[in-house]
């Protein structure tokens, strides 16, 4: 089965600190991993895509198939950062759906 | 820019009745999806169509809840009877017809936020 695992509800940092939210996965194969975010009162939309490999906000991530991870990383965090960040996946061996994470709240403090 | 438009916002039912949500995906999005967002999870698929025929309702507990798009554009997804159980956000996303293999981006809309008492 595939599945995504976000191991933090909440991640609080300061403003100008690095920031890596977590992702891990379980897929036999080659999925395409994504990170999707939802700021307050908008949307749920998409920040970037892996197979993409670009930068979206100041935002990179990186798939790291030994380690089975997809963590998405900033070197200075913003407050218009704060949002709920979710990490999915979708694999050819499930007709390309996409599965979701639990997310992480990130909070960019002053 | 266009978006996906979702009806009601916000439901309030008591548990045994119907209830009945409706969405309008992005103009020319031939792949339309119904998700549902329990609090503190992430969305699950429930029903995916391309154009008017359902491509994946493996999640769609069938004995209660019904999904259709009939001429293709807009879906309505239904609930009946519904249960305490079923309280959560309900997504709707669509997207263009992806290549084999590639899955296009999804443009998701507000949500119905629903409530069984």
């Known amino acids: 089965a595939q599945r995504v695992t976000q191991p933090e509800k909440l991640l609080s940092v300061f403003k100008g600190a690095p920031v890596e939210l977590k992702c891990n996965y379980s897929y036999s194969g080659s999925p395409e991993l994504f990170w999707y975010v939802q700021y307050s009162r908008q949307r749920l939309q998409l920040l970037l895509r892996h197979i993409s490999r670009e930068s979206i906000k100041g935002f990179t991530a990186d798939l790291n198939k030994g380690e089975t991870s997809f963590h998405l990383k900033k070197p200075f965090a913003q407050e218009e950062d704060s949002a709920m960040y979710y990490c999915?996946?979708?694999?050819?061996?499930?007709?390309?759906?996409?599965?979701f994470g639990a997310g992480t709240i990130l909070r960019v403090k002053s | 820019e266009a978006e996906v438009a979702q009806s009601p916002r916000y439901k309030i039912t008591e548990k045994s009745q119907a209830v009945a949500f409706w969405c309008d995906p992005i103009s020319g999005h031939a792949t339309l999806y119904w998700y549902r967002q329990i609090l503190g999870q992430g969305p699950e698929l429930l029903v995916q169509?391309?154009?008017?025929?359902?491509?994946?309702d493996s999640q769609l507990p069938k004995d209660r809840f019904s999904a259709e798009r009939l001429k293709g554009v807009d879906s309505t997804l239904k609930i009946q009877p519904a249960e305490l159980g079923d309280s959560a956000m309900y997504l709707c996303?669509?997207?263009?017809?992806?290549?084999?293999?590639?899955?296009?981006?999804?443009?998701f809309g507000p949500g119905t936020r629903l409530l069984v008492l």
């Open positions: 999915a996946l979708s694999g050819s061996k499930y007709g390309n759906k996409l599965v």
């Open positions: 169509f391309q154009d008017e025929s359902v491509v994946d």
């Open positions: 996303a669509s997207s263009l017809l992806g290549l084999a293999g590639y899955q296009e981006t999804q443009y």
